[in-house]
């Protein structure tokens, strides 16, 4: 393999799991550009998309290599961003070589998320307070939190069955809608509007919304146009989860959910 290709085929892996873990657009192509020029690779091109990236160097010379690589988007992992970033930072210093660095870039993918015991209590937590928040009563946040931790456990044995994220956010919205629901015919003084208004915010698409409207400031209208889509289709799948449970429920129970 020549020096050309083993570096292009190091940064380019390296914006591939950027991407893949959440990173803006422009810090994928800033990341890939600089590990190029740091090994006097300049005849480079690099265009990223938000599922995907485009790279080239050395293209007039014996040594061109050029890459494609489709990315799916995943869940940000703020935690192998960082990692990532600091490796780009080493391999551009030069005080790490490439071999080295691709030791270091396995360990980064690897980097844990939180245990599920914890994303129990911090989704439970956010969806009590997002639910007080909008207006609920305190004891509206107790029941959302409830609900909140439910919906984690939902989201972590429903995350073993592979399907689309569109299935997922609907079926995630519905059991949410049920739960609110069950709990409000029990007879407690509960709002059940504000309980699922709570019970929704972990699956609204606040960041893919917040890293279109950037890239569209940074004139990547393409990436921006895809994120942005994106956001739009998950908030549209939530609709729909809350929207049927309602009017099923509105059917049975003669109006009282309305």
């Given at each position: 393999m020549s020096d050309t290709k083993k570096v292009l085929s190091f940064a380019v892996e390296l914006g591939d799991i950027l991407l893949r873990n959440?990173?803006?657009v422009y810090r994928v192509e800033d990341s890939v550009l600089a590990i190029l020029n740091s090994y006097e690779i300049t005849d480079c091109d690099v265009y990223v998309l938000s599922n995907g990236i485009f790279a080239s160097a050395n293209e007039t010379t014996v040594n061109a290599s050029s890459m494609i690589r489709h990315v799916p988007m995943y869940p940000m992992h703020l935690a192998r961003i960082a990692a990532l970033n600091n490796l780009c930072r080493q391999v551009c210093a030069k005080t790490i070589s490439i071999e080295e660095a691709w030791t270091e870039l396995e360990r980064c993918k690897k980097l844990p998320g939180y245990n599920?015991?914890?994303m129990i209590i911090a989704t439970g937590v956010g969806c009590g307070?997002?639910?007080y928040l909008f207006g609920g009563s305190p004891l509206d946040g107790v029941?959302?939190?409830i609900i909140g931790c439910l919906l984690r456990i939902f989201l972590?044995?429903?995350s073993r069955m592979r399907n689309s994220k569109t299935v997922t956010n609907v079926l995630a919205s519905m059991v949410i809608t049920i739960?609110?629901?069950l709990f409000s015919i029990t007879g407690l003084p509960i709002h059940y509007d504000k309980i699922v208004i709570g019970g929704i915010m972990p699956l609204v698409p606040g960041i893919p919304l917040t890293n279109s409207i950037r890239d569209f400031i940074n004139s990547d209208y393409l990436s921006g146009s895809i994120r942005l889509i994106d956001a739009l289709l998950t908030a549209f799948c939530i609709a729909i989860g809350v929207g049927t449970i309602i009017t099923i429920a509105h059917l049975i129970g003669g109006g009282v959910y309305v």
């Open positions: 959440g990173a803006e599920l015991p914890i307070g997002f639910a029941i959302a939190t972590h044995y429903e739960l609110a629901i």
